[in-house]
């Protein structure tokens, strides 16, 4: 069956531009993740949903990450006035119940120049 | 929060030969513990996982241990291949289950 899909799968922004990133979950999932992963290193949470409530933020390294996930499905990750900083990998990630295991999008490669 | 730490960071082993990959956990409330197996520019995918229920869970050959007093737990992979060759996270999952932690990897190198 279809995976957690994400796009697009490479994002390259000047600094200072905004950027959206879409990650479409199993169908079905209740929870939704999302992750940044930089090179060499484990992913760092960034936040939470279960279906359209946002229960957890508390990843977003400022306040120009912005999450939705407005019918508890699709979810975009916001990223404003990019910073060269933002470069990494983010990661989706979705579970049928908010216990059990997570399944990864392939990510978004976001690169800040 | 959770802290998770993982070592080694690097692990070079002969094929055919035993890996053990070991983490800790600070969170005595986290219930969780899968295991994710992340090949370059891939995405980390569950290779096997345990809850705080039970001490050992077995697949094949890969094998994860559970010490809840010690709050740390290992990874071990026999008669290892060279397609085992891969980056390794371990995580934790407290008993809420809004975040998962991740240890900072294992680069596994199996060489043939």
């Known amino acids: 069956g279809a995976g957690v899909s994400q796009s697009p799968r490479y994002k390259v922004a000047k600094r200072g531009q905004d950027v959206a990133l879409r990650c479409d979950p199993i169908s079905g999932h209740v929870s939704l993740f999302w992750y940044q992963q930089a090179l060499g290193q484990g992913p760092e949470f960034l936040t939470y949903?279960?279906?359209?409530?946002?229960?957890?933020k508390s990843g977003l390294p400022s306040d120009r990450f912005f999450a939705e996930r407005p019918e508890g499905s699709v979810s975009t990750l916001k990223i404003q006035r990019t910073q060269q900083e933002d470069s990494a990998v983010y990661l989706c990630a979705s579970s049928l119940v908010h216990t059990g295991g997570l399944h990864f999008g392939n990510g978004t490669r976001l690169t800040v120049t | 929060g959770e802290n998770v730490e993982q070592h080694p960071s690097t692990l070079s082993v002969q094929e055919g030969d035993s890996a053990v990959i070991k983490c800790t956990y600070s969170?005595?409330?986290?219930?969780?513990f899968p295991w994710y197996k992340q090949e370059l520019g891939k995405r980390p995918q569950l290779i096997i996982d345990i809850r705080s229920n039970v001490g050992e869970k077995k697949d094949q050959r890969i094998a994860v241990t559970l010490n809840k007093t010690a709050k740390h737990f290992s990874l071990h992979i026999t008669e290892t291949q060279p397609e085992d060759s891969a980056v390794y996270f371990c995580?934790?999952?407290?008993?809420?289950?809004?975040?998962?932690?991740f240890g900072g990897g294992t680069r596994l190198m199996v060489k043939p």
């Open positions: 969170d005595s409330a986290s219930n969780y």
């Open positions: 949903f279960q279906n359209e409530a946002q229960l957890d």
């Open positions: 995580a934790a999952m407290s008993n809420a289950g809004n975040m998962l932690t």
